[in-house]
Structures are given as structure tokens and as C-alpha cells.
């Protein structure tokens, strides 16, 4: 497959808000690729690693298919803030298209991979995080990794998996490596080097592979990481699904996930921690950093689609507020139809 004509940037902003400039090798590159609903994500998740990572130099990128005045002019007061730099990739979406995703898995799902293969040109290694990722902990560790000839250090995904990953992907090896791509620490001297963007696109061509996929990129990330990864601890991928808030109706459920050692919090699932009704201890470590953020006189997200919706009653109802919780599982039930 030809990839070259994927990564195509409109618009490339700088937000230098530093008093003594640095080029970028010489700070810790942290990117995200977001569309327009996880914008609030990406700059509450910048905001996050700077307030728990006061004493590090950074430069932080953001592959965006939308960006508008307003979230250039709130971002720009971040950077103001912490004296950092932020930049800005106004990607177009349109050539990717034909790449396969769904509903659920839209096509910004490949916006991580397009940063790989753009920054390898630049960078000898990026830290890649999904934007519904808050930071809690300090990344003096991280940072001070080295890398030899592995492509990339990532976080195993949750034990459920592990088995279904490698029957899916005909692999027994995958039970017990299957990882979560939601967090990506990339070696990119050999993801140039290993040809690693047309390896992904090669696999994405091959009909007897798209057959065995459920997550497109994350799974091709780990038919090509396989073997050839290092292996981060939890801490810094600590999975937590807030609708787990109503399915286990504890209200520490949460602590069994999240706890002192804990770096990156990552908020899976329909429900976001910056969702009007995910009213939760558990979601708090979203709100703390959200309450001193330009964002913090913003309103909250409201459910817009079907499975906001859907999941969004469960959560009132739970929460006693029932009298919108049936408003909300009836506005649920006429979309359904």
C-alpha cells in the first residue's frame, strides 16, 4: 500500500510559550492524535504530566483532523501557564479513509501511527499516549530508559485479553504479551530503521490479516511488536472503565486499579471522566487537573450519540437521579429506534 500520501498537513501551529528555547531532541517528546471529540482529552492529559513533571523540559504534539480558534487560544493559555511548548498538526483526514475502522473505532485510531513514521525522521524516540489518559506520577523513570534494537516499550493489556487476543490473531505467543497501544514509548531510530509504517500498511493489505482483526491498529501494532518490545509495568497503564461505577456498585472499586504508584490513569470505555455525568471519585484525578486549566469554566461533555446515551441513564440511575435517568433512557430509546 502506498502511505506516503496519508500524512498530509494543512497546518502545522507552534505554541512556544518557553523563555529559553530548546530543540526538541533536547526535551521529552510526548504526542497524541485526536478528532474533535477528544480534544478535552489531550489538553487535560498535557496538563497532567506538567503538573506532576514540573522539573522536566517537554515538547508536546497534538495530530488533529479539527482545530478551531478556541482550543488554539485555550491551549496557547497552557503553554502560557507551565512555560512549555505545544504544537499543533492540522492533519486531513481524508486520504485515510480507506483505511478500515468502524463507529467505534474511527479513523483517528491511525493518527498514532502516522506520528510514528512522521517524527522518525526528527526524533530518536516518542511517547505516544490515547487521549483519555490523565497522568498522576512522575516520569523521571521513563524518561531515563534506553532503548537497544526494540522497537518500543509498552504496557500489557487486561488479563481478559490475553487468551481471546491469541486465538484471534492464531497465536499463542499473544496470551500473556498482548498489548495495550493506548500507551507507546517508540525506540524511533528502529522504527525508521525496521521500516516499521510500511510493515503496518503491508499487514493492513493482506486480506488473511484484516479478517483476524477487532482492533485494527492495535492489533497490527502487535503482530509487528511481538518479540520485539519491552515490557513497562502497570503503573503506567492502569486501565479503569467508569461504567465499572454502576456494573460493581462499590464506590472503591476503583482503588483496586488506581493507586499511589500509579502514573498514567487510562479512562477506556463510553464513559469519559470528562462526561457530564461521570460523577465519580474515580474520575477525579480528571477533574483536579480540569479545575485548573484554562478549560475549567467550560462545561462538562453531554451525551450526543446513541451509545452516550445508552450508557449515560445506567450511570443516573445509579447515581438516584432518576427522574433524568428516565428522560435520558427514553431520549436513548427513540434514537434506537
Not at 492533519?91 to 479513509?97: A, G, T, Y
Not at 490473531?169 to 525508521?192: K, T
Not at 530503521?193 to 490479516?209: A, G, M, V
Request: charged fraction near 25%; proline fraction near 3%.
Amino acid at each position: 500500500m502506498d502511505f506516503k500520501h496519508l500524512t498530509q498537513f494543512k497546518d502545522i501551529i507552534e505554541l512556544d510559550k518557553r523563555p529559553v528555547k530548546l530543540d526538541e531532541r533536547e526535551t521529552f517528546n510526548v504526542s497524541w492524535g485526536i478528532d474533535e471529540n477528544y480534544q478535552v482529552g489531550a489538553a487535560i492529559s498535557i496538563a497532567s504530566i506538567l503538573e506532576n513533571n514540573k522539573q522536566n523540559k517537554f515538547t508536546f504534539h497534538i495530530i488533529a483532523d479539527y482545530l478551531d480558534k478556541e482550543y488554539i487560544e485555550l491551549l496557547s493559555q497552557l503553554a502560557t501557564k507551565y512555560q512549555t511548548v505545544i504544537k499543533l498538526y492540522h492533519i486531513d483526514s481524508e486520504p485515510l479513509k480507506e483505511l478500515p475502522q468502524s463507529n467505534i473505532w474511527p479513523v483517528s485510531i491511525y493518527y498514532r501511527l502516522l506520528s510514528f513514521d512522521y517524527f522518525s525522521a526528527r526524533l530518536d524516540s516518542l511517547l505516544y499516549l490515547d487521549a483519555d489518559i490523565v497522568c498522576k506520577g512522575s516520569l523521571n523513570e521513563l524518561i531515563a530508559l534506553e532503548f537497544k534494537d526494540e522497537y518500543g516499550a509498552v504496557v500489557i493489556d487486561v488479563d481478559a485479553m490475553q487468551s481471546k487476543s491469541a486465538e484471534r490473531l492464531c497465536n499463542e505467543d499473544f496470551n500473556g504479551s498482548y498489548f495495550n497501544s493506548g500507551v507507546m514509548y517508540i525506540n524511533l531510530r528502529e522504527w525508521l530503521k525496521q521500516r516499521l509504517t510500511e510493515k503496518f500498511f503491508d499487514l493492513l493489505s493482506d486480506e488473511s490479516i484484516i479478517k483476524k482483526l477487532k482492533y485494527p491498529d492495535q492489533d497490527i501494532l502487535n503482530l509487528m511488536f511481538l518479540h520485539h518490545a519491552k515490557i513497562l509495568p502497570r503503573k503506567y497503564n492502569c486501565i479503569y472503565t467508569i461504567k465499572s461505577e454502576f456494573e460493581e456498585k462499590n464506590s472503591e472499586y476503583y482503588t483496586r486499579f488506581i493507586n499511589d504508584e500509579t502514573v498514567f490513569i487510562h479512562y477506556t470505555g463510553v464513559t469519559k471522566p470528562w462526561h457530564d455525568w461521570a460523577n465519580y471519585a474515580s474520575a477525579d484525578y480528571f477533574h483536579n487537573i480540569y479545575n485548573i486549566s484554562p478549560w475549567r469554566n467550560i462545561p462538562y461533555k453531554k451525551a450526543v450519540k446513541k451509545h452516550e446515551y445508552k450508557e449515560k441513564y445506567k450511570h443516573l440511575l445509579y447515581q438516584k437521579k432518576f427522574l433524568d435517568g428516565v428522560f435520558t433512557a427514553i431520549k436513548y430509546n427513540v434514537m434506537k429506534g
